[in-house]
């Protein structure tokens, strides 16, 4: 049979002693023969002991090592929607379920695999009220052993009522995570949108106009302030294509597209280099980057991100990024030797690169780690599983 024994510090602990004590001297008296209070009149210890767990505002329980209560107190029959002598002499299985329907010790009667509540000795289990109602409970248990026999004192509390918060709260959290994956996947679909139309509709009207004034220079003749007009006016239109490719490379690069994750990775390493003049190293294979439109999507936007904090944050001067799989995981680490992040950063609410980055790693039911643990400057780890991704 098993046993728990739990170590209560302080007074939690001496007064889990003392109500043991009490179960003992009380269950001692049953035995004799004695009457209640009046038996106990002559030992005012042991009646102030019984007042004080008669009292108490929490349900209080004391079981023999067969599981019998000896001791009860009404906020427990209260809670239990009996009288205290309904309890005592019972079954603990009658107002405690059982584990497996074997009736063991009272530490039996609670999970063993971990802890419920907020004090290292709350131990999860469901209570049984006299309709036969089953409720959440949470139960401390400590032991004495009393003339050669071990008795437990448990004090219960219901917390059913804060197990319905805790899962409303839970299914809230992830319908609001729904919502942001939906958002996500509607301003994906709109910036894939507008890039195209920008591309392809503003682009080529851009393109034309070059080609129109190319003949426009032709026609015109070789007068100095002729052509200086328009080449002034070509340069202008070509910053144009330059800022609309630009731009609508940011909005959706047609690499993602047209050449996968991989060369979609090498012009976002190559604009980055360019534009802020930080070296950044980019290690994978093309062969490990070949994953649906999802998954891909989901990895550029992640590393894009990455790699802006690193440009406005950072202080950095290279970046390395390494993107492999391994048993239909893929493993990406992204670290740069900048100054560093804090973790009040982290945990800073306008932080929404890094919100942004964990939702969307959490959409694939991942797994993300930021820290600066191996100084100078941050780290990040991401652990995706794409078995259900790759093409």
Known sequence: MKR?????????????????????????????????????????????????????????????DSSRIVLANPAAA?????????????????????????????????????????????????GLRAGGERFAIEGSIGDTLQDGRTLYTI???????????????????????QLSSALQTIREEERTHISRELHDDL??????????????????G???????????????????????RRIATNLRPR???????????????????????????????EAELRLDDAASTAVFRIVQEALTNVARHAQATSVTMNLYRIDHQLLITIR????????????KAESLGLIGMRERVWALKGEISVSADEPPGTRIDIVLPIADHIV
């Open 255 to 285: 690499a993602l597209d047209e050449g996968g994750l991989y060369f979609a990775l090498q012009g976002l390493r190559d604009d980055f280099v360019e534009r802020h003049g930080i070296a950044c190293i980019l290690l994978a294979d």
């Open 4 to 64: 728990r024994r739990t170590a209560l510090p302080g007074k939690r602990g001496l007064a889990m002693f003392a109500l043991g004590y009490l179960a003992a001297r009380l269950l001692h008296r049953v035995k004799r023969g004695d009457g209640g209070e009046e038996g106990a009149a002559a030992d005012s210890p042991l009646l102030h002991s019984r007042r004080i767990v008669h009292n108490a505002g929490e349900a209080i329980v004391s079981a023999d």
């Open 155 to 177: 004090i219960l509390r219901d917390v059913s009522e804060r197990q319905l918060v805790q899962h409303k709260l839970a299914r809230s959290h992830d319908q609001l995570r």
């Open 203 to 220: 682009g080529q009207l851009l393109a034309s106009l070059r080609m129109d004034l190319t003949l426009l220079r032709e026609a015109c």
């Open 222 to 244: 070789a007068t100095p302030d002729t052509q200086h007009l328009i080449n002034g006016m070509d340069g202008n239109l070509l910053m144009a294509i330059t800022s609309l």
């Open 78 to 126: 209260s809670m239990f929607g009996v009288s205290v002598q309904q309890m005592e002499g019972s079954p603990l299985a009658r107002f405690i379920e059982a584990p497996d329907d074997q009736h063991g010790a009272p530490p039996d009667f609670f999970r063993a695999d971990g802890r419920a509540g907020r004090r290292g000795t709350d131990y999860a289990g469901t």
């Open 336 to 347: 740069d030797d900048g100054r560093g992040i804090r973790d009040e950063e982290m945990e």
